[in-house]
């Protein structure tokens, strides 16, 4: 009878526990039901910038990742190319409109998209700047030492000697001269900027053909910064009275003679009128950021101690302007 009943409670207790356990488990909902939301869901966000430069820059831009409570990211800049660095540099192919999309994400897998479309465009070059001539009109100034001069801002007596004063070009203008088969030169430099485009106009005249054997001509180079004295940095004056005469720059003819320093060398013969005339020419500034600017007069028959001379003719200069091409 006792096993009987022990049985029996054995049995009670079992069903007991089987019941108790069926109702906790309806305690138990299903997964995500009523589930508390991401408090810190991730907002992805960027800013961009194009690259600049005289180059290609134009095509790189870098992406500012702004996004907030993401710790993940994946970029898409919108050539096929993508990413998932915090931030984002992309180089394009070329000028284009490109969609860029970032997608942020957390450690709960909460992801928020944000997308810009940018257009690729290749800037303008900016406009190039005229350089600057001192006493470009070639008006009557002092100088460093010495009288005043039409050639003030224009000396440079390792090359020759100085242009002289006269006046011409409706009788009160000043003007430079090269004649007396004298080494007559003026010389100056100015800034440039690098592969720039530049014209030089400049004003001159010819005294009437005298029939001798040494007919004058008028001889201006564009000297390369490259070929300036090694250590020589330029300087650019502002007064006349400032400016060397000597020891800068170009210090002998052999300097400027030579074919790798010249940009530009034009010759001007006597036209046979002894009015005034404008002549222009071009020239590249190549990979200098200075230049100098040497003219004078050739054809003499006297060599001296710079083997140039001018020749029989006077010539004289009124103006000399240069100016960027854009």
Same mark, same amino acid.
């Given at each position: 009878?006792?096993? =009987?009943?022990?049985?029996?409670?054995?049995?009670?207790?079992?069903?007991?526990?089987?019941?108790?356990?069926?109702?906790?488990?309806?305690?138990?909902?299903?997964?995500?039901?009523?589930?508390?939301?991401?408090? =810190?869901?991730?907002?992805?966000?960027? =800013?961009?910038?194009?690259?600049?430069?005289?180059?290609?820059?134009?095509?790189?831009?870098?992406?500012?990742?702004?996004?907030?409570?993401?710790?993940?990211?994946?970029?898409?800049?919108?050539?096929?190319?993508?990413?998932?660095?915090?931030?984002?540099?992309?180089?394009?192919?070329?000028?284009?409109?490109?969609?860029?999309?970032?997608?942020?994400?957390? @450690?709960?897998?909460?992801?928020?998209?944000?997308?810009?479309?940018?257009?690729?465009?290749?800037?303008?070059?900016?406009?190039?700047?005229?350089?600057?001539?001192?006493?470009?009109?070639?008006?009557?100034?002092?100088?460093?030492?010495?009288?005043?001069?039409?050639?003030?801002?224009?000396?440079?007596?390792?090359?020759?000697?100085?242009?002289?004063?006269?006046?011409?070009?409706?009788?009160?203008?000043?003007?430079?001269?090269?004649?007396?088969?004298?080494?007559?030169?003026?010389?100056?430099?100015?800034?440039?900027?690098?592969?720039?485009?530049?014209? $030089?106009? $400049?004003?001159?005249?010819?005294?009437?053909?005298?029939?001798?054997?040494?007919?004058?001509?008028?001889?201006?180079?564009?000297?390369?910064?490259?070929?300036? $004295?090694?250590?020589?940095?330029?300087?650019?004056?502002?007064?006349?009275?400032?400016?060397?005469?000597?020891?800068?720059?170009?210090?002998?003819?052999?300097?400027?003679?030579?074919? @790798?320093?010249?940009?530009?060398?034009?010759?001007?013969?006597?036209?046979?009128?002894?009015?005034?005339?404008?002549?222009?020419?071009?020239?590249?500034?190549?990979?200098?950021?200075?230049?100098?600017?040497?003219?004078?007069?050739?054809?003499?028959?006297?060599?001296?101690?710079?083997?140039?001379?001018?020749?029989?003719?006077?010539?004289?200069?009124?103006?000399?302007?240069?100016?960027?091409?854009?």
């Amino acid at each position: 009878m006792k096993k =009987t009943l022990k049985i029996i409670g054995t049995a009670f207790l079992l069903v007991g526990t089987l019941i108790y356990q069926s109702c906790d488990i309806d305690k138990f909902e299903p997964l995500e039901a009523n589930s508390i939301a991401d408090a =810190t869901p991730p907002e992805a966000n960027f =800013t961009f910038t194009q690259g600049q430069g005289a180059a290609e820059e134009w095509k790189d831009y870098t992406f500012a990742n702004l996004s907030t409570s993401a710790t993940m990211y994946a970029w898409n800049f919108g050539d096929g190319n993508t990413s998932t660095e915090v931030d984002g540099a992309n180089t394009y192919p070329g000028e284009g409109t490109y969609t860029v999309t970032l997608t942020a994400s957390d @450690a709960l897998g909460v992801t928020s998209t944000f997308t810009q479309t940018i257009e690729v465009i290749e800037p303008e070059a900016p406009l190039v700047a005229d350089p600057v001539l001192v006493n470009a009109d070639f008006d009557k100034l002092p100088k460093s030492s010495g009288s005043d001069c039409c050639c003030a801002g224009w000396i440079n007596k390792d090359l020759g000697d100085q242009g002289e004063s006269s006046s011409g070009n409706g009788g009160s203008d000043n003007v430079v001269k090269f004649d007396n088969n004298e080494p007559d030169h003026v010389y100056q430099e100015f800034a440039v900027t690098p592969n720039a485009d530049y014209t $030089i106009t $400049i004003v001159t005249s010819f005294k009437n053909l005298t029939g001798g054997s040494f007919p004058s001509e008028l001889e201006l180079r564009v000297l390369a910064g490259s070929g300036y $004295i090694d250590g020589y940095s330029p300087t650019y004056y502002t007064n006349t009275v400032d400016f060397p005469q000597e020891d800068w720059g170009y210090t002998t003819i052999a300097q400027v003679e030579d074919p @790798a320093n010249n940009l530009l060398l034009e010759v001007q013969t006597n036209p046979s009128d002894d009015s005034y005339f404008s002549y222009t020419y071009s020239f590249n500034a190549g990979a200098n950021d200075s230049v100098a600017l040497f003219i004078r007069g050739i054809g003499g028959d006297s060599i001296g101690d710079f083997n140039y001379t001018s020749g029989d003719e006077e010539i004289r200069a009124d103006s000399v302007v240069i100016t960027a091409v854009n």
